[in-house]
């Protein structure tokens, strides 16, 4: 019987100009599907990744961000976003996607999966993983 791995996704680069960000959200479904503990954590440029209104047209590439939207139906209801990042940014909550899952054990009752944590807390949040892969 193989045991639960917690794995952190930390996502530190912009959206678009690498693979990284695709890649991880990739690889974050990959473990879904697995049925490991995932999670993800957006910090320094890794939260433009989770802005609303993302418009490729200009680049050239595909606007994945929607993709976002179906992490709550592969139970990945815990995306942790550093508060510092986002300020340095000129961010806030507000400026991110509403992302939602359905918690099961609250009556299928609609909740948020984004989580503004403090540098400290992601820290700490950190600690507590088993695996951590960085993108």
């Given at each position: 019987?193989?045991?639960?791995?917690?794995?952190?996704?930390?996502?530190?680069?912009?959206?678009?100009?690498?693979?990284?960000?695709?890649?991880?959200?990739?690889?974050?479904?990959?473990?879904?599907?697995f049925?490991?503990?995932?999670?993800?954590?957006?910090?320094?440029?890794?939260?433009f990744?989770?802005?609303?209104?993302?418009?490729?047209?200009?680049?050239?590439?595909?606007?994945?961000?929607p993709?976002?939207?179906?992490?709550?139906?592969?139970?990945?209801?815990?995306?942790?976003?550093?508060?510092?990042?986002?300020e340095?940014?000129?961010?806030?909550?507000?400026?991110?996607?509403?992302?939602?899952?359905?918690?099961?054990?609250?009556?299928?009752?609609?909740?948020?999966?984004?989580?503004?944590?403090?540098?400290?807390e992601?820290?700490q949040?950190?600690?507590?993983?088993?695996?951590?892969?960085?993108?």
């Amino acid at each position: 019987m193989s045991e639960t791995k917690k794995f952190l996704y930390l996502n530190r680069k912009a959206p678009y100009g690498t693979i990284y960000a695709l890649e991880s959200l990739e690889v974050v479904l990959i473990g879904a599907a697995f049925e490991q503990d995932v999670s993800l954590a957006f910090v320094d440029d890794g939260v433009f990744q989770l802005t609303k209104g993302q418009n490729t047209k200009g680049i050239g590439m595909k606007d994945f961000s929607p993709t976002y939207r179906a992490l709550g139906d592969y139970d990945v209801n815990k995306l942790y976003v550093e508060k510092e990042s986002l300020e340095e940014r000129g961010l806030s909550l507000d400026d991110l996607m509403p992302l939602t899952y359905e918690d099961e054990d609250d009556d299928y009752a609609e909740k948020d999966s984004i989580r503004v944590v403090s540098r400290a807390e992601m820290a700490q949040i950190m600690d507590e993983q088993d695996v951590i892969l960085s993108f």
